[in-house]
C-alpha cells in the first residue's frame, strides 16, 4: 500500500473491497496477506500455528488462561452485567426481543481489568506476530450470550462492515475471542468456514444511516447472500471450535462466520477483542456516510 | 387404568397430568410404564435396545433405511413441498417470518409413499413391542427445516400438548423421526434430555382458543418454564443423536426435546410419525376446549 493511499482521504483511497454498491453480490480475491510478518515472524506462536492460522483463517488455544484467570474475569463479567442492567449508555446493546443485555462495548476503555486483559503482552505479542506491526485495539466488548434464549448471528464477514461502515481500508486486523464459560456444540458456539478469509464477498443493497443502532442487534444490511454462503460452504466446509472456559479463538478480521441460537440452559459468555494494526488506521467510511461512534470503532 | 375411565366422559376421567392450570410450575412424577410390555416383549428390538430406551427415553437406529428407500421417500417429499408451495391447505404450516413451509401433517392420510411407511411392518412392530398393543398414527408430518432460516423450536414435552390440547389420557405415545437429510451438530438436530421422560412439567397459564394455529409456528403456551428446565438439564444434561439420513430416531412421547435455529446452508428434512396404543384413545381434551383438529391429533 502506498502511503499516499494512507492520508485519510476518501476522495483519493482506492476501494479494494466495494460492498453494498451493487444489486449483484459477488465474491471476490483477498489483496492481503493473511500473516502480514510471514511465518518465521518473532512470537509466542509456532511455525505451525502460523501456518494453521494462514491456511485456515482462525486458530483455536486450548486452556490459554488459567482456572484462575478466568475466574478473576467472570467475577469482573459479573459486575459489568449488573452494571449494565440499569444504564442507559450507548455501549449497552440489548437483544432484540427480551431487552435483555447481549453485549457491553468498549471495555479496554471504560473497565480496567479487560484493559490490562486487552493491553497485556500475553495477547498482544501474538497480535504483533500475526499482524507484522505495532497493533492497537479496533474495538472490544463482552458478549452474554443468555441461556434459553441466545439469538442467532447471522453469517457475516466482519470485515466487510468495518471496512464498509467504519473505514477500515486493508484486511489486516484479527479478532480474539476469550471463552469465560464452557462452549459445548449445543449452546450456539461461533462456527466458522476455514479458508473463507480469502474471499471477500461483496454484499447488495445500500447501509441507512445509523444503521449501527439495529445492526448490532440483528444485522439486515451487508448480509452475505445465500449463493455465495453455498459457494463458501462446499468448498471449505464448517467448523465448531469448542473447548473449555479460558481457551481462545483467534480469527482473521476476514473469515465468514455466525452462530445458532441457544436454546439450552448453558449460557454463553465471552470477551472479544478486535486488534488492527497501526499502519492500517481508519479512513473516511467507504460508503460516504458518517462514520460509527468511537465505542464501536476506534478512530484515535 | 380401569376401562371405565376409558369412556371419554372427561368429567369422570381424573387428569393425572395437570398442566396450564395453575400460576406456579411443578415437576411431577411419571405415573405410567415407558415399556408396556416390559423388556422381553416380542419384536425387532433386543432386549438391551428396550432397555436403553427405558432409561433414556429414547433410541437411535443408525442405517435403519437404506440408501435406496432414502432417496424414495425424498423424491416424494419434494413432491409434497412443491405440491404446498401454492396450497393454502390447513395442513401446510408455515415459517413465522417468511411463509416458507415449515411442516405439512397428516401425510399417513394424503400421501400413498408415507401412508406405507408408517403402516409398514418395519416401524409398526417396534411400536407395538415398545407400546406392548396393537397402535395407531396419533399424527404424521413433514418437517423442512430449510438452510439459513431454519427457526428454533424450543424445549417441549410432546404429551403435554397432546394431553391438553387432544386428551390423550396417558404416556403410551411414542415418535419416530426419520431423517431425510443428515443431520449434523451444526444444523439444528434435535436436542433431548436423556431421562426427563420420568417427569412431567405442569406448565403455567391457560390455553386460548384455536391455540394450535399459532402455536405449530411458534409455541407460546405450555412453555416449560427456566427452573424446570435448568432442574433437567443439571439432572440429566443433554444428547443431541446425529447421523446419516437413513436413520431414526424413537423417542417417548413425555421427554423434554427442543431444537436450535440453522444458520447453515445445510437442509434438514424429517419425517415424523406418532404412534399411540389403541388402549390409549383420546378423550376430551382436559384444557375443556373444542379439541384440535384431525389433521393434528387422529380422533378416528
Redesign the interface.
Known sequence: MSSNAMTGDRQRMIDLYPSRVSRTPQILDRKDAVLHGGDSAPGPLTREQLQFYDQHGYLFLEGFFSGEEVQYFRDELQNVWEAGKHSDAPEIIREPESEEVRSVFAVHRNNQVFRELAQGPKLVDIMRQILGSEVYIHQSRINFKP??KGK?F??HSDFETWHVEDGMPRMRALSCSIALTDNH??N?PL?VMPGSHRHFVSCVGDTPDDHYKQSLRRQEYGVPD?DS??WL?QKFG?Q?PTGKAGSILLFDCNIMH?????????ARSNVFLVYNSVENKLVEPFHGKKSRPDFIAERQ
Request: no cysteine; charged share 5%; aromatic share 16%.
Open positions: 441461556g434459553f442467532e447471522y453469517w456444540q449445543q450456539g462456527m445465500p454462503l453455498t460452504y464448517i465448531t455466525g452462530s445458532n441460537s441457544n436454546i439450552t440452559p448453558i
